[in-house]
């Protein structure tokens, strides 16, 4: 009886692969020297930023003397920072406290309007169709492209016929207009409002104006409080207008007023004038605060997914 026997397998053994040359990760250079020349780069714009900042803090606490013998970027002789800040508030019978708070009513009123104008514009462009539609949008990229500085002679002009020059209404009513405001709404409604919400919504019943107000303004909230502090930033450093429409101290805002008390340092070098310094510093520095407290209030409105929820399931 036989039995059957299986040949051993012979067959040759094949070899393991080896990465290829291709297939072997390779160090990223190019990448890794792209990241540190962006780092590079964002560090000197973050210095460009803070040394001005750095230095006006450090200037603030110093008085006139030590402002001129000491090092720039660092304190001097002596802490005179809440001297300076009562100097300043207290000064000419708390004219500074005045040009604070006209600062602040051209501000609100000024960058709140048109914001709002630009959200209602930009909504307006972006989700109905009218006639003259193009034309209304290329007057608005036409107007982008104008400085503001150009039409302050004009605008000075104008408000002397109707007899508002000399007032608030001079400052607030060019703030009202803010096109690059209503381009970025108008770009930012297409994509932010769903047109089927609209059309949900209006079956519903909703009218056009509770379905705004109700609805897409809390998807455009990101939209608006970007263009809110963009006008909010303009208002505030507002100085060329105000200068040219305003001639009386007491309607100043902070610009102005700073640039007055500034101007009285470059004047006789007498003590009084000596003593400015301080203020002007100390002024400048209390002039920026309100706008690092917006912005830190305000930054929580450009977090994403406000339209979470906003469908029903």
Not at 203 to 218: K, N, P, Q, V, Y
Not at 241 to 258: D, E, Q, S
């Amino acid at each position: 009886m036989s039995t059957a026997t299986t040949a051993p397998d012979r067959s040759p053994e094949r070899p393991r692969a080896t990465p290829s040359r291709r297939s072997r990760p390779r160090p990223d250079r190019p990448r890794s020297r792209a990241s540190t020349s962006l780092t590079v780069a964002m560090g000197l714009m973050l210095a460009y930023t803070l040394v001005p900042l750095l230095w006006l803090l450090m200037s603030s606490t110093k008085n006139s003397q030590s402002l001129f013998d000491s090092f720039g970027l660092w304190f001097g002789h002596g802490f005179s920072f809440f001297h300076n800040v009562h100097e300043v508030l207290t000064y000419d019978n708390g004219i500074y406290v005045r040009w604070l708070g006209n600062t602040v009513l051209y501000a609100v009123v000024g960058a709140g309007g048109a914001a709002a104008l630009a959200a209602l514009g930009g909504y307006g462009l972006a989700k109905y169709e009218f006639r003259g539609k193009r034309a209304v949008f290329g007057a608005v990229i036409g107007a982008i492209t104008v400085p503001a500085t150009a039409l302050a002679v004009p605008t000075y002009l104008l408000y002397s016929k109707i007899g508002i020059v000399n007032t608030p209404w001079a400052v607030i009513i060019p703030a009202l207009a803010s096109p690059f405001g209503l381009y970025l709404m108008r770009v930012y409604a297409l994509e932010a409002v769903p047109d089927s919400l609209l059309e949900a919504a209006r079956i519903d019943g909703a009218s056009e104006l509770r379905t705004f107000f109700t609805i897409s303004l809390r998807l455009l909230a990101p939209g608006f409080v970007t263009v809110l502090l963009f006008t909010l930033v303009a208002t505030w450093n507002n100085y060329f207008l105000p200068l040219i429409v305003l001639n009386n101290p007491k309607w100043f805002p902070l610009t102005v007023g700073l640039s007055q008390w500034n101007t009285q340092t470059t004047g006789p070098q007498t003590g009084a004038t000596l003593d400015l310094y301080p203020m002007v510093i100390t002024g400048s520095l209390l002039a920026i605060v309100p706008l690092v407290v917006a912005f830190l209030l305000l930054q929580r409105y450009w977090q994403s997914g406000l339209a979470a929820g906003s469908v029903k399931q």
